[in-house]
């Protein structure tokens, strides 16, 4: 986990640490084409390849401002739970020892929410070519779920009290990419693909 100013950790019952940080991020979707040039420009870039499973319950988490996931990298597992604030989203992550949710601070938070019952509800593979930014984090993602693939670059602040969207968009302009915010999350669109 990257430490960041805004972050804030807790020890809960045996998880070594359990991140919440306010999650500030602009979204573009992009043609290949588009993403091949962005990604040209950016030679050094680290590549992760993440699965995420996607959780929901009944009545479903978007109905109350949250949405659940299990990331898989490697071999390691992270549990996050978002929920939408006024500006941008809370998020609560950690990793976990397996892919369960039966692990104790998972339960915690499950209990502290009061999610009821989730499932599996779909699966999104990212490609992710991330670059360190000395204002935020540019993720250049290729994402496969559903029989699709979409293109999406993502730029996460790393201090949301400093909004650098003009950085960005120039960031996008190098590319002759035009920012027009991505409304819809990856969760949204794996799920409403299902």
């Excluded at 293109?151 to 790393?158: A, F, P, T």
Aim: charged letters at 25%; proline letters at 5%; a negative charge.
């Amino acid at each position: 986990m990257i430490s960041r100013p805004y972050v804030c950790y807790y020890i809960i019952e045996g998880c070594e640490a359990m991140q919440s940080k306010l999650e500030v991020e602009y979204k573009t979707l992009c043609t290949k084409s588009q993403f091949d040039r962005l990604l040209n420009l950016y030679p050094d870039h680290e590549t992760i390849i993440q699965t995420n499973t996607y959780l929901d319950s009944i009545p479903s988490l978007r109905g109350s401002g949250m949405a659940m996931r299990i990331r898989q990298i490697n071999d390691k597992y992270y549990f996050t739970l978002k929920i939408r604030e006024v500006r941008g989203n809370e998020e609560i992550e950690f990793e976990i020892p397996s892919f369960s949710l039966e692990y104790p601070p998972v339960q915690n938070i499950l209990h502290k929410y009061h999610i009821p019952p989730v499932q599996e509800a779909g699966v999104l593979v990212t490609t992710r070519h991330l670059v360190k930014l000395q204002n935020a984090e540019l993720c250049l993602d290729k994402n496969e779920y559903n029989g699709n693939i979409d293109y999406e670059i993502e730029y996460e602040l790393i201090d949301p009290d400093v909004d650098t969207l003009e950085e960005f968009k120039k960031i996008l302009h190098e590319a002759n990419i035009t920012y027009i915010p991505n409304k819809k999350s990856k969760i949204q669109r794996c799920l409403e693909t299902r």
